[in-house]
């Protein structure tokens, strides 16, 4: 149980374009879902926390016009890097909260912008 | 602040070199104290859940412990698919409804066969 879905696994785009990724809880409700990013030999560093219905919080430096995220359903939350950059190059984790505290990981997004 | 601190930053073991990491933390009130498993390109896979001093958890050749001040992973009789980077967090009481994790920076462990 507590399986969490990412797609895609990787994406290469072009300067300037936005890529959207989502994230998918397979066998649970998650009332709350994260957006991380993970950069080579680095740990996870939280970007938004987004609960169903509502607005995501961003963590401070993590620009929200940016990194755009919805959480429509109970079991999907999508992240969309508008207008993307070299810089924005990186490994983009979701994970999903049941009741209870702990959350399960997605297997990643690796982004490559060119 | 709240803060989790996990040394060594790197462990290279031989194959059935039994050892233990460390997780130190620094929190106004803990809630939870989470260990997970991250293989190279992928997500971090749970482990375990610690909630009061004194509990321990068991998953095959892991053992998870836990006092006031710091988590041990044990690994017992480590083989290679053990190898992994280990990561620690935490999660404060006080935080709200969010469930936010604060992370380690982990411990890359290497087991030669």
């Known amino acids: 149980g507590a399986v969490v879905s990412q797609h895609p696994s990787w994406v290469i785009c072009k300067s300037g374009t936005s890529v959207k990724i989502e994230c998918r809880s397979l066998?649970?409700?998650?009332?709350?879902m994260f957006w991380y990013r993970q950069f080579p030999k680095q740990s996870l560093m939280l970007m938004a926390t987004s609960n169903e219905g509502s607005k995501a919080t961003y963590e401070q430096g993590v620009e929200k016009d940016k990194f755009l995220i919805n959480h429509a359903s109970l079991t999907l939350s999508t992240l969309t890097v508008t207008s993307a950059h070299p810089e924005d190059s990186s490994f983009y984790i979701c994970?999903?909260?049941?009741?209870?505290?702990?959350?399960?990981f997605g297997p990643g997004t690796r982004l490559t912008v060119l | 602040e709240d803060q989790v601190t996990q040394s060594p930053e790197a462990l290279r073991l031989q194959e059935g070199e039994s050892s233990s990491l460390n997780c130190s933390y620094t929190v106004s009130g803990l809630r939870g104290l989470f260990w997970y498993r991250q293989d190279p390109g992928k997500g971090p896979e749970f482990l375990f859940t610690l909630y009061s001093a004194g509990e321990e958890k068991e998953k095959e050749r892991l053992k998870a412990t836990l006092t006031k001040k710091e988590s041990f992973l044990h690994i017992t009789a480590p083989k290679p698919e053990d190898s992994a980077t280990y990561l620690c967090a935490v999660q404060a009481v006080g935080g709200g409804a969010t469930n936010k994790l604060i992370f380690g920076t982990g411990t890359l462990l290497a087991v030669q066969p």
């Open positions: 994970s999903a909260t049941p009741s209870g505290g702990t959350q399960y």
């Open positions: 066998d649970f409700q998650a009332t709350t």
